[in-house]
T-cell receptor, first 118, second 112 residues
Framework: DGGITQSPKYLFRKEGQNVTLSCEQN?????MYWYRQDPGQGLRLIYY???????QKGDIAEGYSVSREKKESFPLTVTSAQKNPTAFYLC?????????????????FGEGSWLTVV | AQSVTQLDSQVPVFEEAPVELRCNYS??????LFWYVQYPNQGLQLLLK??????LVKGINGFEAEFNKSQTSFHLRKPSVHISDTAEYFC??????????FGKGTRLHILP
């Protein structure tokens, strides 16, 4: 079945460590996104990529990094510079990334990854 | 700048009663609006979306929403809720560069 796979589902990180969350999609989508979800805060955009080898910062990019070496993969690294990384992280994709006016494309989500700092 | 406001953080409703979840938006460009549902510990799933045409949009699980341009609203409704509708619901608006901005969510609690 086509979809978006995030792994791991649960991850624990020690203070000062970097961790990488995996996101793979087999929907042949051009655009991919990372959101962070905190209780009562809704979803906030971390990074997005509209095409391979290109990505842009979202609203809360500080302390995070991404890469887009393959169309189907968009891993997110949470670095030690992220002061409050404990959250639920959601990866998403849409069929066609475009610049300029919105197109109304639907964004599809993975099942999410819980990151806890211990 | 585009934004979305969900007026209620939590809505309790008795099973089989009707429900309305409120959403207001602001946008300076063409408006494309979405409602997503999130069940506990899962990702988001699209309920319905408005692109153009009829202002009444029907979605999955018996939900519908009405686009009201003059009131800049996109309220979600269901005539009779079920315990399985317990979830968090997010209103969202499409913005330039094909990003989507989400509201802060409304938790729907179904009371027996």
């Amino acid at each position: 079945d086509g979809g978006i796979t995030q792994s791991p589902k649960y991850l624990f990180r020690k203070e000062g460590q970097n961790v990488t969350l995996s996101c793979e999609q087999n929907l042949n989508h051009d655009a991919m996104y990372w959101y962070r979800q905190d209780p009562g805060q809704g979803l906030r955009l971390i990074y997005y990529s509209q095409i391979v080898n290109d990505f842009q910062k979202g609203d809360i990019a500080e302390g995070y990094s991404v890469s887009r070496e393959k169309k189907e993969s968009f891993p997110l690294t949470v670095t030690s510079a992220q002061k409050n990384p404990t959250a639920f992280y959601l990866c998403a994709s849409s069929s066609q990334g475009t610049t300029g006016p919105p197109s109304g494309n639907t964004i599809y989500f993975g099942e999410g990854s819980w990151l806890t700092v211990v | 700048a585009q934004s979305v406001t969900q007026l209620d953080s939590q809505v309790p409703v008795f099973e089989e009663a009707p429900v309305e979840l409120r959403c207001n938006y602001s946008s300076s460009v063409s408006v494309y609006l979405f409602w997503y549902v999130q069940y506990p510990n899962q990702g988001l799933q699209l309920l319905l979306k408005y692109l153009s045409g009829s202002t009444l949009v029907k979605g999955i699980n018996g939900f519908e929403a009405e686009f009201n341009k003059s009131q800049t609203s996109f309220h979600l409704r269901k005539p009779s809720v079920h315990i399985s509708d317990t979830a968090e619901y997010f209103c969202a608006v499409s913005v330039p560069d094909d990003k989507i901005i989400f509201g802060k969510g409304t938790r729907l609690h179904i009371l027996p």
